[in-house]
Each structure stands twice: as structure tokens, then as C-alpha cells.
């Protein structure tokens, strides 16, 4: 399958500081997303990148993906306490194995007030 | 509203007990998903269905039969639990487009002793 690694596994910043986290797979993608999940509740899509876009703007969310390096990075600006959450990449879906996806490990984010 | 809806959130049982994880979704999607977190090792896939009638094992289908007798329900069975299957388990639908966002059920956290 195509697996997905993400790092830092956990993230610890002030509010006002900047977030990144990345996402390493390794097979050919269609598109790769990024979720968040509130501590122990159902994921809430955040954004999607296209294999043909190299960044994407979402609010206080940009995404890059490197389909050279396979990798992708999830920074979230000016973070919010509000933003302590799981941040999850996926990929797969739709992609050449129809309906199997992968996520990766996650990220738990911790932003301090 | 749109939505997924998990049934039951909670529940323990015994080793051996039939049971049955209902999920539905009003949206109308034509793809449907069911996936185990565990802590350390993320979300993985355990069945999905591309649509009515249509269904295909994900990464960890062991111990799990699932069935889609109609478009909205996609209820996922553990015939003989055992405690390896405590889990919290999430079931998410999509349209099968481009895209391939996920929406998330709740979840549901089941304890087998």
C-alpha cells in the first residue's frame, strides 16, 4: 500500500508561532489531503493538493507537495490555541487502487496560549 | 445536514459476541469506507465500497465482513470479536470524483474483553 509517514510525530509551539508538519509517501499519487482530528473525534477535511499543483492557500493553511521527493508539508500560520488538534496526510484514494487509501502517523499539534 | 452517522459511539463486549457497527450517510456518496485507529499505528483501512452491491478489503480486513444492500448504509460486522479488535473505528463516505474528500463519522469505540 502506499504508506505515509508524517514528522515531527508531535509538535509543541506558543500561539502566534508557525506550524509544519510533513508527509512522506511513497508510491505515485493522484492527490494527497489533509485532515485534522479533534482528540478522539471523526477527521474534518482541510485541504487538497492536485500531483499537478506545487502549493495550495487555505486561510492560515498552506500546502506544498514535491511529487520528486514525494513529500508534502502542512504549515499553519499566526496558530491558535484553537488549533491543538491530530493533523493526518492521505493519499491513495481514487488513485490507481480505486478506493484504498493510506494515511499517514499523524501529527498531534500542541499550541500553548 | 450533511452528515455520517455511527451507531453505537460506545460500546464494550465479550469476546465471541456478534455485533454490528452501523453507519449511514445522507449525502447521497457513492463510495464508503471503514477504517481502525490505534494508537501509533494511525488509520487503517479495513473495507470500502465503490457503490451498492460493490465492496473490497482495505489493509486489515481480518476478523470483518461489511455488506451494502443500499447507498446510504455500509454496516460493518465483527462475527467472533476478540480483544485485538478494540479499537475506534470510523466509517467515511465520498463522492468517487476527482477529489476524493472524505467525510467522517463520529466514530465508534469498541472494547472487547
Redesign the interface.
Known amino acids: ?1 502506499q504508506q505515509g509517514e508524517e514528522d515531527p510525530q508531535a509538535l509543541s509551539i506558543q500561539e502566534g508561532e508557525n506550524a509544519t508538519m510533513n508527509c512522506s509517501y511513497k508510491t505515485s499519487i ?2 494527497l ?1 489533509w ?1 485534522r482530528q479533534n482528540s ?6 482541510l485541504i ?1 493538493i ?1 500531483s499537478n499543483e506545487r502549493e495550495k492557500h487555505s486561510g492560515r493553511l498552506r500546502v506544498t507537495l514535491d511529487t520528486s521527493k514525494k513529500s508534502s508539508s502542512l504549515l499553519i500560520t499566526a496558530s491558535r490555541a484553537a488549533d491543538t488538534a491530530s493533523y ?1 496526510c ?1 493519499m491513495g ?2 488513485n490507481t487502487n ?9 501529527t498531534t499539534l500542541t499550541v500553548k496560549p | 445536514e450533511a452528515q ?1 452517522t455511527q451507531n453505537p459511539r460506545y460500546l464494550i463486549t465479550v469476546t465471541g459476541k456478534k455485533l454490528t457497527v452501523t453507519c449511514s450517510q445522507n449525502m447521497n456518496h457513492e ?1 464508503m ?1 471503514w ?1 481502525r485507529q490505534d494508537p ?6 479495513i473495507y ?3 457503490n451498492v452491491e460493490v465492496t ?1 478489503k ?2 486489515v480486513p481480518e476478523g470483518y465482513k461489511v455488506s451494502r444492500k443500499e447507498k446510504r448504509n455500509f454496516p460493518l460486522i465483527l462475527e467472533s470479536p476478540s480483544p485485538n479488535q478494540t479499537s ?1 473505528y ?1 466509517c ?1 463516505s ?1 463522492l ?12 465508534s ?1 469498541l472494547t472487547v474483553l
Not at chain 2, 468517487?96 to 466514530?107: H, Q, V, Y
Open positions: 500500500s493522484n492527490n489531503q485532515y478522539g473525534r471523526g477527521l474534518v477535511h487538497l492536485r493526518f492521505a484514494l481514487f480505486a478506493g484504498k487509501s493510506t494515511f499517514g502517523d499523524g | 455520517v463510495y469506507s477504517y501509533g499505528l494511525g488509520l487503517r483501512q470500502y465500497s465503490m473490497d482495505g489493509d475506534l470510523f467515511a465520498s468517487p470524483d476527482r477529489t476524493g474528500e472524505l467525510f467522517f463519522g463520529e466514530g469505540r
